[in-house]
Every structure is written in C-alpha cells, then in structure tokens.
C-alpha cells in the first residue's frame, strides 16, 4: 500500500488547483492555510476591491469559487470534503474550513469538471451562432441549486433587453467614475506585464463585438488600444448568448460564498460540455441598478451576477499567483495580508 499523503501535501496539490479559480478583476483575494487534517480559507482584504465593492461582495464570491474548487480537488484524490462555511464573528475573513474525513472513489462527473479547472476561461464578445447543447441550461440550473443558487434565465425580448440596457448604464456609470476608473487601472495591467495577477491584455478583445442586444464588457484596456485581435471574419453572425441573473433568497455572507460556489460548478459544467460563459458585474455594483434587478428581472431575489452562455472558441490566457504564496501553515500566514497590487 502507498503512503498516505500528509496533510501539506494534500494542501499542496488542492491549493495548485483553487488558485485558478474565477475571481473578480482576477484579484484572486484568498489564501488558505493548512493544519492537521484541515485548510481554512481566509478572504485576503487587501485585495478586495476598496470602490466597487464596499462589502465584500465579490471578494466573498471570489472566495466561494475557490472553496468549490478546494472541494473538488479533494475529490481527484479520492478524499469525501466536508466544508463548514463562515460566519464565525470572531474571524470574518475566514470564509470555510475543509476536513477530509471518509474516502470515495471519484465520478465520472465529478472527474470531466475537474479536468476544467485550469481549462476552463472568462469569455468576453460574442458567441457563434450554435446552440448550446440540449440539456445543458437544465444542467446549469441543477448545479447552481446544489450550493442554495438559483440561475435565472432572462429568455423574452423586452426582458433581455433590459437586462443590456442596465448593463450598458452602469457601464457608462462606472467609465465616468474617476475613482473607479483608477481603481480599475490597478488591475489591468499593460501588455507585456509580468503580473500574476489583474487582467491581462490576452484575455479581453481590443475591439468590442457588439450584439443585440447588447451587453458591453468592462473597458480594461482604457484607451490604450489593448487586448486580442478579433477571432472572426466580421460578416459572421455573433450573438449575444443565452443571458441569466445568479440570485439567491437572502444576502449575507454566506450567501455570497455560495453563489460563488454555484458559479464555479456552472462554469466547470459549461466548460466541461463545450460551452463558455461570460459575466458582467458592472450593474451590481451600483445599488440602484442592482434593485431594479431585483425588483424586475430577479422575482425579488438578491442578483449576484449577470451571466451570458454561449458557444465559442477558447482563446483568452489568463494569469495567477504562484500557489506557494497564498499557502501557509495553520500559525504562520494566520495574520498575514498579501499587499495587493503592486
Ligand atoms: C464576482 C466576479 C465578478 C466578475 N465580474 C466580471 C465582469 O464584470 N466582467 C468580466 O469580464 N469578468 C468578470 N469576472 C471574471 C474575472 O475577471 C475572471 O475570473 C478573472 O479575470 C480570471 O480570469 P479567468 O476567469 O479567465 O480565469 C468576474 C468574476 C467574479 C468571480
């Protein structure tokens, strides 16, 4: 019989995973320890977003997406995780602590989500005309139900297209911002940049692709001209995907960490059958368009994110910290903030 792995290395190989987990601006604000049969994953607020997100919102569902993906790296080494999620007043940045009790062979599942972590990547444009695959919306809302999210399709017209018109503003909204917009600067790091971290100009188009209706991405490049080449002859027919609300009935955090739970397993899902998916946080970070979604488009849900699904080539690269600086042992990094972007 092999040796059992000791707990570092379990770390090791879940931390080497999680890390490539979505997470807003690529802010990547988490960092885990390991004990004895135990990681905790703590939010790391140096990195959340000081402007766009006051309450730690997205830093919260940055950190769920990681946990999801802690989860399923204990499940590729045959590990059945039990997860205890925050609050714990005494230490709110502690988002969850991960034990390994019982052992479980893997799915077949549970292994094609897995062989998406590091594949899978944010899409930002359009999608080809092609139908998603039959049954994978179905899918998508099952996942998302899994972890106490709920993915709402906006399918009629006039509700579309409101759901663009709210994006579009805050978009505008947020581009007229100055303190957003230097906010924003931080994480976007010029071409050529050897950041680990933030959005780089290989994983956003130089030139919008405007569909309708439309949905525009957040303008990292600001002006300079950054970013891919477009990856379609220009008479081709793109479209604006499928477009959906993530909500969820209540909203603390908790709730927060567990809608980013429920993105990860969609976006695996998505990827895992071909699929990509973009988002667009822009109109939730502003509370008067995010009531409105709540009001018109959620049935009184809390909206989390704005999601558009669709079919398209994979061609973003993105960038993440070494494993090694965000993995320390339970006593050494208890205390200890990454200092942000530099
Ligand atoms: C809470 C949250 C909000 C996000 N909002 C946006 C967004 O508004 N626009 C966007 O293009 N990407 C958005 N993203 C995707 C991140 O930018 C992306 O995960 C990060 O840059 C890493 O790239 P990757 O997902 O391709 O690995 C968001 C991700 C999270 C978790």
């Given at each position: 019989m092999s040796t059992p792995m000791t707990a570092e290395q379990i770390a090791r190989h879940v931390v080497a995973e999680a890390v490539w987990a979505p997470s807003v601006n690529n802010t990547q604000p988490w960092r885990f320890t390991v004990g004895s049969e135990?990681?905790?994953?703590?939010?790391?607020?140096?990195?959340?977003?000081?402007?766009?997100d006051p309450d730690g919102r997205e830093m919260m569902i940055s950190c769920g997406a990681a946990l999801f993906t802690v989860r399923l790296a204990l499940r590729s080494l045959?590990?059945?995780p039990r997860a205890r999620v925050l609050p714990d007043p005494g230490d709110p940045d502690l988002v969850a602590q991960v034990s390994w009790p019982e052992r479980a062979a893997i799915t077949e599942f549970e292994r094609?989500?897995?062989?998406?972590?590091?594949?899978?990547?944010?899409?930002?444009g359009a999608f080809d005309p092609e139908p998603?695959?039959?049954?994978?919306?179905?899918?998508?809302?099952?996942?998302?139900?899994?972890?106490?999210?709920?993915?709402?399709?906006?399918?009629?017209?006039?509700?579309?297209?409101?759901?663009?018109?709210?994006?579009?503003t805050a978009e505008r909204s947020l581009e007229l911002d100055s303190r957003r917009v230097a906010e924003l600067a931080q994480w976007t790091p010029a071409p050529g940049s050897?950041?680990?971290?933030?959005?780089?100009?290989?994983?956003?188009?130089?030139?919008?692709?405007?569909?309708?209706?439309?949905?525009?991405?957040?303008?990292?490049?600001?002006?300079?001209?950054?970013?891919l080449p477009p990856v379609s002859a220009a008479s081709a027919v793109r479209t604006?995907?499928?477009?959906?609300?993530?909500?969820?009935?209540?909203?603390?955090?908790?709730?927060?960490?567990?809608t980013g739970q429920a993105l990860q397993?969609?976006?695996?899902?998505?990827?895992?059958?071909?699929?990509?998916?973009?988002?667009?946080?822009?109109?939730?970070?502003?509370?008067?368009?995010?009531?409105f979604l709540r009001t018109?488009?959620?049935?009184?849900?809390?909206?989390?994110l704005v999601l558009r699904i669709g079919m398209a080539a994979q061609v973003a690269v993105s960038v993440r910290r070494d494993p090694a600086d965000v993995l320390f042992s339970s006593g050494e990094g208890g205390d200890h903030a990454s200092p942000g972007p530099g």
């Amino acid at each position: 019989m092999s040796t059992p792995m000791t707990a570092e290395q379990i770390a090791r190989h879940v931390v080497a995973e999680a890390v490539w987990a979505p997470s807003v601006n690529n802010t990547q604000p988490w960092r885990f320890t390991v004990g004895s049969e135990q990681i905790s994953l703590y939010a790391d607020p140096a990195r959340r977003l000081e402007v766009a997100d006051p309450d730690g919102r997205e830093m919260m569902i940055s950190c769920g997406a990681a946990l999801f993906t802690v989860r399923l790296a204990l499940r590729s080494l045959g590990y059945v995780p039990r997860a205890r999620v925050l609050p714990d007043p005494g230490d709110p940045d502690l988002v969850a602590q991960v034990s390994w009790p019982e052992r479980a062979a893997i799915t077949e599942f549970e292994r094609r989500l897995f062989g998406q972590v590091r594949q899978r990547r944010t899409h930002r444009g359009a999608f080809d005309p092609e139908p998603l695959p039959q049954d994978l919306l179905a899918a998508l809302r099952s996942e998302a139900a899994h972890d106490g999210a709920a993915l709402r399709i906006i399918a009629d017209d006039g509700r579309r297209a409101a759901l663009a018109a709210a994006v579009q503003t805050a978009e505008r909204s947020l581009e007229l911002d100055s303190r957003r917009v230097a906010e924003l600067a931080q994480w976007t790091p010029a071409p050529g940049s050897a950041r680990d971290d933030g959005v780089p100009a290989t994983s956003y188009p130089a030139r919008a692709e405007r569909t309708d209706p439309y949905y525009p991405g957040r303008d990292f490049a600001r002006g300079h001209g950054w970013g891919l080449p477009p990856v379609s002859a220009a008479s081709a027919v793109r479209t604006a995907g499928v477009v959906g609300l993530l909500t969820t009935a209540a909203d603390r955090p908790a709730d927060w960490v567990n809608t980013g739970q429920a993105l990860q397993r969609m976006l695996l899902t998505a990827s895992a059958w071909g699929a990509a998916v973009a988002l667009h946080s822009q109109p939730l970070e502003l509370a008067g368009l995010r009531e409105f979604l709540r009001t018109r488009l959620g049935d009184g849900a809390y909206p989390q994110l704005v999601l558009r699904i669709g079919m398209a080539a994979q061609v973003a690269v993105s960038v993440r910290r070494d494993p090694a600086d965000v993995l320390f042992s339970s006593g050494e990094g208890g205390d200890h903030a990454s200092p942000g972007p530099g």
